[in-house]
């Protein structure tokens, strides 16, 4: 072995006793320092955590619980798997191409079964050698020092032109993490120009769509995806820009076809979920719900949301007549409200939700008195809430009081949904649905087109016009995280570029207003990143923000 491994941890996952202890034989002979094994993705989880490791070696198929691709997920996830980290898979060999395209984040590389020590040796070598010469790169990365990261890769560049794809793609993810969508675009297009690469045009469609440019970036994901059939990113975010401009059947379409291919992403079984509700489907919404749930379990993404939406999936599901189906639906139901209450008995959310769902299970089995007596107890505790951030919640919320004949509290639960998610396509149609109030619905359009104004500007970088623009959205729309985070960007563009204290305290004020923004939001990850980027300029600047109370 060229590289001294002697300092470096090593975790090797699989479910067979047998291959882990010729493996761990092979990784002895290479001299590593440290080799541990796991039988389950759960015990890799915790020994990664109590640990740390530099050499992931995982089986795809671990058996009961997540796979290698769901510890994959949430390794990347928990931060447990650095830039700097080599994670290679193992697969049967019919199994790779499948497994590979699946995977939310690619290995370093993967390994297909039977394979001895000189395959294993020379793929590490190749994965070392090429970690090394990127060292610098990640480094940055890690540090949080992504404009640094840029420069050092433009160096690296020249000296390690045989890595240029993996240093392109790097730069393209750092661009777009600066929120630097032109340079990015401008970098895709030049790597097109010279070889069509499914990750490129996928990045190109992600650019344009936080650009809120939907034709362009259907038009380059529908590349990625001819590039790459089973390239199941792309998908995700072509349903993303279908659901943006209301395609609703188009998205549902992308989404099955990405479900049939894999259906292990959480996220992904969501989407399809939401999707599947708003067309009417109940065979497909029935499906997602279930599996989501069923794949969260263990997981990052094991929450109460996922136990209520299938639970009323089967609901609705049922017609009332209390034949076969309707008895086994029920029987399914109660199976759910049972895991919630035992899994999330200490959350008061997660607990009125579950009897919000009962009390109208106990209503479509003909039994009103006892339904409405448990709508009305939840409700009562529901009052002890405060800042319900979950749009699902709000919607039940509304709905049980205009059950329960409360017809203004419904109305105020309806105004707090479009006030924090009108920018949500399945929001707005749900809130049509429920014909809310006609002088509040025109409030929210309206901030919706201050938005899109502030976005016009923002694209031609107009930081001041667009902060002009986001400001009325946020004004009319205080509690939309999306209009709070585009004012706080371009309070942002304008204190870097101009070097404003000014500007950069209103953007700190933007973003501390929606601290309590949950973290399984789809805004949190952009929340998150914009707060480390003004913290670190006000550093740069000596500028001191005001901490709101731990």
Same mark, same amino acid.
């Given at each position: %072995?060229?590289?001294?491994?002697?300092?470096?941890?090593?975790?090797?996952?699989?479910?067979?006793?047998?291959?882990?202890?010729?493996?761990?034989?092979?990784?002895?002979?290479?001299?590593?320092?440290?080799?541990?094994?796991?039988?389950?993705?759960?015990?890799?989880?915790?020994?990664?955590?109590?640990?740390?490791?530099?050499?992931?070696?995982?089986?795809?198929?671990?058996?009961?619980? %997540?796979?290698?691709?769901?510890?994959?997920? &949430?390794?990347?996830?928990?931060?447990?798997?650095?830039?700097?980290?080599?994670?290679?898979?193992?697969?049967?060999?019919?199994?790779?191409?499948?497994?590979?395209?699946?995977?939310?984040?690619? =290995?370093?590389?993967?390994?297909?079964?039977?394979?001895?020590?000189?395959?294993?040796?020379?793929?590490?070598?190749?994965?070392?050698?090429?970690?090394?010469?990127?060292? =610098?790169?990640?480094?940055?990365?890690?540090?949080?020092?992504?404009?640094?990261?840029?420069?050092?890769?433009?160096?690296?560049?020249?000296?390690?032109?045989?890595?240029?794809?993996?240093?392109?793609?790097?730069?393209?993810?750092?661009?777009?993490?600066?929120?630097?969508?032109?340079?990015?675009?401008?970098?895709?297009?030049?790597?097109?120009?010279?070889?069509?690469?499914?990750?490129?045009?996928?990045?190109?469609?992600?650019?344009?769509?936080?650009?809120?440019?939907?034709?362009?970036?259907?038009?380059?994901?529908?590349?990625?995806?001819?590039?790459?059939?089973?390239?199941?990113?792309?998908?995700?975010?072509?349903?993303?820009?279908?659901?943006?401009?209301?395609? %609703?059947?188009?998205?549902?379409?992308?989404?099955?076809?990405?479900?049939?291919?894999?259906?292990?992403?959480?996220?992904?079984?969501?989407?399809?979920?939401?999707?599947?509700?708003?067309?009417?489907?109940?065979?497909?919404?029935?499906?997602?719900?279930?599996?989501?749930?069923?794949?969260?379990?263990?997981?990052?993404?094991?929450?109460?949301?996922?136990?209520?939406?299938?639970?009323?999936?089967?609901?609705?599901?049922?017609?009332?007549?209390?034949?076969?189906?309707?008895?086994?639906?029920?029987?399914?139901?109660?199976?759910?409200?049972?895991?919630?209450?035992?899994?999330?008995?200490?959350?008061?959310?997660?607990?009125?939700?579950?009897?919000?769902?009962?009390?109208?299970?106990?209503?479509?089995?003909?039994?009103?008195? &006892?339904?409405?007596?448990?709508?009305?107890?939840?409700?009562?505790?529901?009052?002890?809430? *405060?800042?319900?951030?979950?749009?699902?919640?709000?919607?039940?919320?509304?709905?049980?009081?205009?059950?329960?004949?409360?017809?203004?509290?419904?109305?105020?639960?309806?105004?707090?949904?479009?006030?924090?998610?009108?920018?949500?396509?399945?929001?707005?149609? *749900?809130?049509?649905?429920?014909?809310?109030?006609?002088?509040?619905?025109?409030?929210?359009?309206?901030?919706?087109?201050?938005?899109?104004?502030?976005?016009?500007?923002?694209?031609?970088?107009?930081?001041?016009?667009?902060?002009?623009?986001?400001?009325?959205?946020?004004?009319?729309?205080?509690?939309?995280?999306?209009?709070?985070?585009?004012?706080? *960007?371009?309070?942002?563009?304008?204190?870097?570029?101009?070097?404003?204290?000014?500007?950069?305290?209103?953007?700190?004020?933007?973003?501390?207003?929606?601290?309590?923004? =949950?973290?399984?939001?789809?805004?949190?990850?952009?929340?998150?990143?914009?707060?480390?980027?003004?913290?670190?300029?006000?550093?740069?600047?000596?500028?001191?923000?005001?901490?709101?109370?731990?």
């Amino acid at each position: %072995m060229s590289y001294d491994l002697s300092r470096k941890k090593c975790l090797i996952v699989d479910d067979f006793y047998q291959f882990r202890r010729s493996l761990r034989g092979m990784m002895e002979k290479l001299e590593c320092g440290t080799v541990h094994e796991a039988g389950n993705a759960k015990d890799a989880l915790e020994s990664a955590r109590e640990r740390g490791y530099d050499i992931f070696l995982v089986d795809y198929n671990l058996g009961e619980g %997540m796979d290698g691709q769901e510890l994959h997920d &949430e390794l990347v996830h928990e931060k447990l798997i650095r830039p700097s980290t080599i994670f290679i898979m193992v697969t049967a060999e019919d199994a790779a191409p499948m497994v590979l395209a699946s995977l939310l984040y690619e =290995p370093d590389d993967y390994l297909t079964k039977p394979f001895g020590l000189p395959v294993l040796q020379q793929r590490l070598e190749k994965a070392l050698t090429r970690k090394h010469a990127l060292e =610098p790169i990640y480094r940055a990365i890690e540090g949080g020092q992504l404009e640094a990261g840029l420069q050092v890769a433009d160096i690296i560049l020249k000296k390690h032109p045989r890595y240029a794809m993996y240093i392109h793609r790097l730069q393209g993810r750092m661009l777009m993490d600066l929120g630097r969508y032109d340079a990015a675009i401008q970098l895709f297009r030049a790597i097109l120009k010279k070889r069509e690469l499914a990750w490129a045009w996928l990045g190109l469609g992600q650019c344009y769509y936080y650009q809120r440019d939907y034709t362009r970036a259907q038009k380059a994901l529908e590349k990625a995806i001819a590039t790459q059939h089973r390239f199941l990113a792309a998908r995700d975010w072509l349903a993303k820009v279908l659901m943006e401009v209301g395609d %609703m059947k188009a998205a549902q379409e992308v989404l099955e076809q990405a479900v049939q291919m894999s259906s292990k992403s959480v996220e992904r079984l969501d989407a399809l979920g939401d999707v599947a509700e708003e067309n009417g489907d109940k065979e497909w919404r029935l499906r997602a719900r279930r599996l989501a749930v069923k794949h969260s379990v263990n997981t990052r993404h094991h929450n109460a949301n996922r136990y209520v939406l299938y639970a009323r999936a089967l609901l609705d599901d049922m017609d009332g007549g209390g034949g076969l189906t309707d008895r086994r639906r029920a029987e399914e139901f109660r199976k759910q409200i049972k895991g919630l209450r035992k899994s999330f008995r200490d959350k008061l959310e997660a607990v009125i939700r579950g009897r919000l769902c009962t009390a109208d299970l106990l209503e479509k089995e003909g039994k009103e008195k &006892e339904a409405a007596a448990e709508r009305d107890e939840a409700l009562e505790e529901a009052e002890q809430l *405060q800042g319900v951030q979950d749009p699902d919640t709000l919607l039940e919320l509304a709905d049980a009081h205009t059950k329960a004949g409360n017809p203004e509290k419904a109305e105020a639960c309806l105004k707090e949904l479009a006030e924090k998610h009108q920018d949500d396509p399945r929001i707005r149609n *749900q809130l049509a649905r429920r014909e809310q109030n006609k002088e509040a619905q025109k409030t929210y359009d309206m901030a919706a087109e201050f938005n899109s104004e502030g976005v016009r500007y923002y694209r031609q970088k107009d930081w001041m016009d667009a902060l002009k623009a986001f400001r009325k959205a946020v004004k009319l729309a205080p509690g939309n995280a999306s209009y709070v985070l585009n004012a706080a *960007q371009s309070c942002f563009e304008l204190a870097e570029n101009d070097r404003e204290a000014e500007a950069l305290e209103e953007a700190w004020q933007l973003i501390e207003s929606i601290a309590d923004l =949950p973290a399984d939001d789809y805004r949190h990850e952009r929340y998150s990143k914009l707060r480390a980027q003004v913290i670190k300029l006000a550093d740069e600047l000596d500028v001191a923000l005001e901490q709101g109370d731990e």
